[in-house]
């Protein structure tokens, strides 16, 4: 199973500040997937990125899909109070269950807090 | 209008007994998910189902039982309730495919004592 490591797992900032986390891997994926996940909610979809290089904007967000599809990150400009949350990336596993399906796995996320 | 809803919100229990959480998409998709919070936010998917069909089963202890009365409900009983099963427990649905998104719920938290 493909793995991916979320770096880092903890960031406090003023707001105002610009912030970049970054969501790693040893393998390539097909696409990935970044989610917000606020407290007491589930995590919600913020962008999928699928083209090696390819970058996405979302607002004060940018996301960026690594040449290699090994990597990628989400650049926040400005930070928010409202920008705080646990911020996940997903993408394939790589293996094929018995029933036919590939499974999405998940990073540790990254605890982002902004404090105004 | 909320698009998955699981019930309970709160589940506090002891050791030992049998509970169920309910789960319901109103998006029309096909996958229905279970997925696993634990205390560290690390997030792991238990069951998937597509059209009332099991597709995805991960290693989690035979105690952990999900149903799928039709492709819109997605239920998940747990006998026997251990320590270690508290959690957040997330109920999640898509279209299927690894880059369909996944909608969730908002979480039932499960405290065993």
């Known amino acids: 199973t493909q793995l991916l490591e979320q770096s880092p797992q903890f960031l406090s900032i003023q707001e105002g500040e610009n912030l970049t986390v970054y969501c790693n891997s040893s393998?390539?994926?097909?696409?990935l997937q970044w989610y917000r996940q606020e407290p007491g909610e589930g995590p919600v979809l913020l962008v999928t990125v699928v083209t090696g290089g390819e970058v996405k904007k979302l607002k004060r967000l940018t996301f960026q899909f690594g040449d290699a599809r090994k990597d990628s990150s989400l650049h926040i400009t400005a930070a928010q109070p409202g920008d705080t949350g646990l911020y996940l990336c997903?993408?394939?596993?790589?293996?094929?269950?018995?029933?036919?399906?590939?499974?999405?796995?998940f990073g540790k996320g990254t605890k982002l807090t902004v404090n105004p | 209008d909320t698009a998955v809803s699981q019930t309970p919100k709160y589940l506090v229990t002891q050791m030992g007994n049998d509970k169920s959480i309910k789960c319901e998409q109103n998006l029309g998709h096909d996958t229905m998910y279970w997925y696993k919070q634990d205390s560290k936010k690390f997030l792991k998917i238990m069951f998937s189902y597509n059209n009332k069909e099991l597709i995805i089963n991960e290693t989690v202890p035979n105690r952990f039982s999900p149903k799928s009365p039709d492709k819109a409900h997605l239920n998940l009983h747990i006998n026997s309730l251990e320590l270690g099963d508290s959690a957040v427990y997330f109920c999640?649905?898509?279209?299927?495919?690894?880059?369909?998104?996944?909608?969730f719920g908002n979480g039932t938290r499960l405290t065993v004592t």
């Open positions: 997903a993408g394939p596993s790589g293996k094929i269950t018995q029933g036919g399906s590939e499974k999405l796995v």
């Open positions: 393998s390539v994926f097909s696409s």
């Open positions: 999640a649905s898509s279209q299927g495919g690894t880059r369909s998104p996944l909608h």
